[in-house]
């Protein structure tokens, strides 16, 4: 007996080098919302390099690039409405930028201060903060999604993870209560081939990770995730099913990580240099680049003179961040609960104690 | 209503139709919780009374429960998830521990998760294996979350209500073997009791009694026994075990000079050794004697047959008490 074979959509309108292949989707002549797009992932690129910069230099911690992902996170960005909301991972730099996370408070919140994940723009209000613990972010958006369908509200929850998070317990039963319910979640595989050292072939034995979604009965399919007029298409798609109630979506977003893991990361150690060099051939940017520029709607002179206009971004937010100061040692303390509890008041005078010591230097022991 | 003797189970399911008839940002999940009612009855008629949006039965997945709650809260609902057995409840840990009781400090109080997990906990119903766990230290020793354990019917409505409300975690543990003992009367008002607080049953001036939980029932049979022999023991039911009313024990112990500790959880790092511990720092000069831990020992619980023997029984306590008042 063989178990049925699973068939799901695969979709690509661009050829790595930029050609139009078989049909166009509606989007494809929107080239005033193809040049957004196009420069949304130019900044977030720059914005990339300048915090792998910031921490090779000391000025940041560890931080997780985004490098090769652009697509797939500002197509989402572009595509969720303003009170939807975002569960996102670690990677999502990308998706946070287009919702209206600053660039400050990514650097902010990289840089060792939890003021990067209280974000000030309204329209990212309910937006979770990226999440560390794999794959436990997809139960979230549920929970998020279930509140929505409580209170009969017609928004939807866009969770994304890796395709190492797809391995995981969470990930499964946040598809299962997904499909069980019905609910308005649309998630997001960045299969981007690697969880750090892991390559996907030894990551899961089933062809596709988006046929996940089949098991929990819900639709699941696949994109060229360097190629952004398939990626918004379908995520246009995805979207627009969970807001009308009609379910959740598995779209599984095909592409590369082209970066290290994160900047604690040397990913020489286990994948060959030609892979890479391979991959830079189909990654995103240069693909909707050549792309634009067929159309005549792209030019070098364009190209400079938004490079410029990305870098100042960059430059103001660097100097934002850097401006920003510390926090005050009693907020380590003071956000733990809504009230701090008088039962532990005596710890709060300690670390208080604690932060003066601290700051008389070699004061202490004498 | 007013005054009917009610069981604690009673009480818990009371307290709940109180906080889904005042608040209607309350929902309830769990396994079983909606159109069984739960496996003790503790949501019985909540279904009927409030509908499959606000009381839903979830899938069989205690992650997912503890995840989805976690996206609940975040949105400003207030979930109430039930988890059948404190046996099944270590797969809520990454979700409490990693997230539930971060939230609010990650993101300096734009989001915030509170909810309220309930759980049965303890030993002595002659349950099957992974049903008589005590392992309330192992979310103490979180911060950001609250620990509850109520030991009479009163105090169960008066904490779970404040539980509810309280705009951050709580674990609220309930004495399984207490579920349908000794009804006492209840008023059905509303009234919330402190949390954070500890309780004084009976006041004393010979020795301390500190003890939460289904404990607390064989720990104030020990004060009467003790008091036939002219011995007065003031009795504490901790009831918040984080954070821990720190004051309360320490002016208790500081006028008596002796103290003993009952839990039914595991000894080591059990919640007595940072009670003890906590009170060594505080009133060391004031002791007359070692204070004494009278607990499960560091073991599973052992199969029912047996179970009698892994509970504190009041011939334990006694024989502490008599340990800490007869030291030379």
Redesign the interface.
């Known amino acids: 007996m063989t178990a049925k074979k699973i068939e799901l959509p695969y979709t690509r309108y661009l050829s790595p080098d930029g050609r139009l292949i078989g049909a166009m989707p509606d989007s494809a002549d929107d080239f005033n919302l193809l040049t957004r797009l196009y420069r949304q992932m130019v900044l977030t690129r720059l914005f990339d390099q300048k915090a792998v910069a910031l921490q090779r230099t000391g000025r940041i911690g560890t931080y997780a690039p985004t490098l090769g992902q652009e697509a797939i996170g500002v197509a989402i960005g572009f595509l969720m409405q303003p009170d939807d ?1 975002l ?1 996102p991972y670690y990677r999502d730099t990308a998706v946070q930028l287009v919702r209206g996370v600053r660039m400050e408070e990514i650097l902010l919140y990289w840089g060792g201060d ?2 990067g ?3 000030a723009e309204p329209g990212v ?2 937006d ?2 990226i999440c ?2 794999i794959a ?1 972010q ?13 209170r009969g509200e017609h928004r939807v929850v866009v969770t994304t993870c890796g395709d190492g998070a797809t391995s995981k ?2 990930f499964l ?2 598809l ?2 997904a499909g ?1 319910w019905q609910l308005p979640v649309v998630f997001v595989v960045n299969n981007n081939q690697w969880a750090i050292s892991v390559p996907r072939r030894i990551q899961c034995g089933a062809p596709t990770l988006a046929q996940k979604a089949v098991g929990a009965g819900f639709h699941g399919e696949q994109v060229d995730g360097n190629d952004m007029l398939a990626v918004y298409e379908r995520m246009q798609v995805a979207l627009e099913r969970a807001r009308q109630g009609k379910g959740p979506v598995l779209l599984e977003c095909l592409s590369y990580r082209l970066g290290d893991h994160t900047t604690a990361d040397d990913a020489t150690r286990y994948r060959p240099a030609e892979e890479v060099k391979h991959a830079w051939q189909e990654e995103p940017i240069k693909r909707l680049q050549s792309f634009l520029a067929s159309q005549g709607v792209w030019d070098e002179g364009r190209e400079q003179a938004l490079i410029a206009e990305c870098q100042a971004l960059v430059g103001q937010a660097v100097d934002n961040f850097e401006g920003a100061g510390l926090q005050s040692p009693e ?1 380590i303390v003071d ?4 009230r701090w ?4 008041a005596e710890q709060r005078e300690e670390i208080l104690e604690r932060a003066i010591r601290h700051a008389g230097g070699s004061g202490h022991g004498q | 209503m007013a005054n009917d003797k009610v069981t604690l189970l009673q009480a818990i399911n009371l307290a709940l139709h109180r906080a889904m008839a005042e608040d209607e940002r309350v ?1 309830v999940l769990g396994e079983d919780v909606g159109v069984n009612g739960g496996v003790f009855r503790a949501t019985q008629g909540l279904r009927d009374s409030f509908g499959f ?2 009381v ?1 039965d ?2 069989l ?1 205690e ?2 429960i ?12 207030r ?1 109430v998830l039930e988890i059948q057995f404190m046996g099944f409840i270590y797969a809520t840990m ?2 409490l521990v ?2 539930a009781s971060r939230l ?9 998760c509170p909810l309220v997990l309930r759980s049965p906990m303890g030993a002595g119903i002659r349950a099957p294996e992974h049903h008589s766990e005590s392992t309330e230290a192992m979310f103490a020793h979180v ?2 979350l609250r620990v509850v354990v109520p030991s009479s019917p009163a105090r169960a409505y008066g904490l779970l209500l404040a539980a509810i409300d ?3 975690p709580v674990i609220f543990l309930e004495p399984t073997r207490l579920y349908r003992m000794n009804p006492q009367p209840l008023s059905d008002d509303g009234r919330r009791l402190p949390l ?2 500890c309780f004084t049953l009976r006041e004393g001036s010979d020795l301390t009694l500190i003890s939460w939980g289904a404990s607390v029932m064989e720990t104030l049979k020990a004060a009467d026994a003790l008091a036939e022999q002219g011995i007065s023991a003031e009795v504490i039911d901790v009831a ?1 075990i984080k ?5 309360t024990l320490e002016a208790s112990v500081r006028k008596t000079g002796r103290c003993v500790i009952v839990h039914e959880a595991p000894r080591t790092c059990g919640v007595g050794g940072e009670i003890a511990a906590s009170l060594y720092e505080r009133v060391f000069l004031d002791l007359q004697a070692p204070i004494q831990r009278v607990t499960a020992p560091d073991i599973p619980p052992p199969l029912y047959r047996l179970e009698q023997l892994y509970m504190p029984s009041v011939e334990d306590i006694l024989h502490a008490c008599d340990h800490v008042l007869n030291f030379a």
Do not use: W
Request: hydrophobic letters at 40%.
């Open positions: 909301v569960v939890e003021r994940s209280d974000f209000a309910e979770f903060p560390v613990p436990t997809a139960l979230h958006a549920c929970g998020v999604a279930s509140a929505f369908k409580i317990g969470d039963e946040a299962n209560v069980a907020s956000h733990v609960y809504a509890p008088k039962a532990l | 929902v949006k606000r839903i979830t899938p997945a992650t997912m503890a995840g989805l709650a976690v996206g609940m809260a975040a949105q400003g609902l979930p990454e979700h990693s997230h609010r400090n990650r993101t300096r109080g734009r989001l915030s911060p950001g309280d705009p951050d954070d607080s918040c954070p821990l009313d720190l004051d």
